[in-house]
T-cell receptor, first 113, second 109 residues
Framework: NAGVMQNPRHLVRRRGQEARLRCSPM?????VYWYRQLPEEGLKFMVY????????ESGMPKERFSAEFPKEGPSILRIQQVVRGDSAAYFC???????????FGPGTRLLVL | GIQVEQSPPDLILQEGANSTLRCNFS?????LQWFHQNPWGQLINLFY???GTKQNGRLSATTVATERYSLLYISSSQTTDSGVYFC???????????FGRGTSLIVHP
């Protein structure tokens, strides 16, 4: 049973470009969470999605950031017009249900030049 | 929201030593997990432990929910135990965990 998959593992963008981060949850998991980790800090919750629905986006910046989890295909975290402060590791996690253990993917390291 | 504090922030051990990592949280929890982030950045689930005690090999964890803390014990540490250990807790009606800042562990051979 494959774990949570994320791609790309590393992404370099210039200021003003768009970044698209993908997350495929574990098989059978319909709950997906995105977190951001700045250097030497813990993970900060961004958004929680359940197939086709955003359940909680309280941790996601209102501008430039969006997330989706379509009926078919991976969850996408999209950052438009990236700035240097967006440089971070972005982790995706999935779970069977909201109360169940979250399993994390390997992360995408975004570097904005 | 819930506050999660971990101590110590840094820990250096000689291989074979034992250690205890602490996680204090500010509210009653419905979800508490311990993770190990290895030097390559991968997050590995260690324990899902909102209360009670669990053991897995050289690692064990205890959560005393009424006193709002959890402890992670590492016995006979190995160099592969190096990395950052995170505690994450959720409270109230939310199951979205709040992460502590982690304990950075270095185990020397």
């Amino acid at each position: 049973n494959a774990g949570v998959m994320q791609n790309p593992r590393h992404l370099v963008r210039r200021r003003g470009q768009e970044a698209r981060l993908r997350c495929s949850p574990m098989k059978g998991h319909s709950h997906v969470y995105w977190y951001r980790q700045l250097p030497e800090e813990g993970l900060k919750f961004m958004v929680y999605l359940q197939k086709e629905n955003i359940i909680d986006e309280s941790g996601m910046p209102k501008e430039r950031f969006s997330a989706e989890f379509p009926k078919e295909g991976p969850s996408i975290l999209r950052i438009q017009q990236v700035v240097r402060g967006d440089s971070a590791a972005y982790f995706c996690a999935s779970s069977l249900d909201i109360q169940e253990t979250q399993y994390f993917g390997p992360g995408t390291r975004l570097l904005v030049l | 929201g819930i506050q999660v504090e971990q101590s110590p922030p840094d820990l250096i051990l000689q291989e074979g030593a034992n250690s205890t990592l602490r996680c204090n949280f500010s509210d009653s929890v419905n979800n508490l997990q311990w993770f190990h982030q290895n030097p390559w950045g991968q997050l590995i689930n260690l324990f899902y432990i909102p209360s009670g005690t669990k053991q897995n090999g050289r690692l064990s964890a205890t959560t005393v929910a009424t006193e709002r803390y959890s402890l992670l014990y590492i016995s006979s540490s190995q160099t592969t135990d190096s990395g950052v250990y995170f505690c994450a807790a959720a409270s109230g009606g939310s199951y979205i965990p709040t992460f502590g800042r982690g304990t950075s562990l270095i185990v020397h051979p």
